[in-house]
């Protein structure tokens, strides 16, 4: 089945302690990216990949990094989390945005206490 | 740059009547606009897209949209909903870029018996 997998789906953190969100998809898609939701916000990008090795910020990328240096995956990093990095997370992916949108994933649910 | 508009947060709807959904958005060059489906605990799915070509626009469950280029709009319709259909809908935009999906904030239905 063509998927967008994230783990994990559920996580609780403390104030700084270094975590990343994985996702991978297997449709060989070039495009990946990264979204947060927040209530009454709407989902924002936080950065995406063009392809391996080529990645690219959002409009809200402050606190975060990517890499990608496998098609297929796209790991989130928080090096420090704060608190208001508490959101719903969406990894995504597509073989062309403006043709195909994305695909995205079931979504992590991080609370940062 | 684009910009979407919900013009509804919420819309409450008796099961069987018909709905619509309102979206505007605002773009500079050629528009390609989707409307996404995120049911409770789960990730987004694409309901419809346009891209171009007819201005009416069939989707998954019975939806479709209208895209009216002089009003820049793209309205959610389906003429007879489901409990089924509770969840929230998302109108987008490509980038100019083809790199992100701009989102408007985001629409509650909420249908009853």
């Known amino acids: 089945e063509a998927q967008v997998t994230q783990n994990p789906r559920y996580l609780i953190t403390v104030t700084g302690k270094k975590l990343t969100v994985t996702c991978s998809q297997n449709?060989?898609?070039?495009?990946m990216s990264w979204y947060r939701q927040d209530p009454g916000l709407g989902l924002r990008q936080i950065y995406y990949?063009?392809?391996?090795?080529?990645?690219d910020k959002g409009d809200v990328p402050e606190g975060y990094k990517v890499s990608r240096k496998e098609k297929r995956n796209f790991p989130l990093i928080l090096e420090s989390p704060s608190p208001n990095q508490t959101s719903l997370y969406f990894c995504?992916?597509?073989?062309?945005?403006?043709?195909?949108?994305?695909?995205f994933g079931s979504g992590t649910r991080l609370t940062v206490v | 740059a684009q910009s979407v508009t919900q013009l509804d947060s919420q819309v409450p709807v008796f099961e069987e009547a018909p709905v619509e959904l309102r979206c505007n958005y605002s773009?500079?060059?050629?528009?390609?606009l989707f409307w996404y489906v995120q049911y409770p605990n789960q990730g987004l799915q694409l309901l419809l897209k346009y891209l171009s070509g007819s201005t009416l626009v069939k989707g998954i469950n019975g939806f479709e949209a209208e895209f009216n280029k002089s009003q820049t709009s793209f309205h959610l319709r389906k003429p007879s909903v489901h409990i089924s259909d509770t969840a929230e809908y998302f109108c987008?935009?490509?980038?100019?870029?083809?790199?992100?999906?701009?989102f408007g904030k985001g629409t509650t239905l909420s249908v009853s018996s």
């Open positions: 995504a992916s597509s073989r062309g945005v403006a043709n195909y949108g994305y695909t």
């Open positions: 987008a935009v490509s980038d100019e870029a083809g790199t992100a999906l701009i």
């Open positions: 990949s063009m392809n391996v090795e080529v990645t």
């Open positions: 773009s500079s060059v050629s528009v390609y």
């Open positions: 449709m060989n898609h070039e495009y």
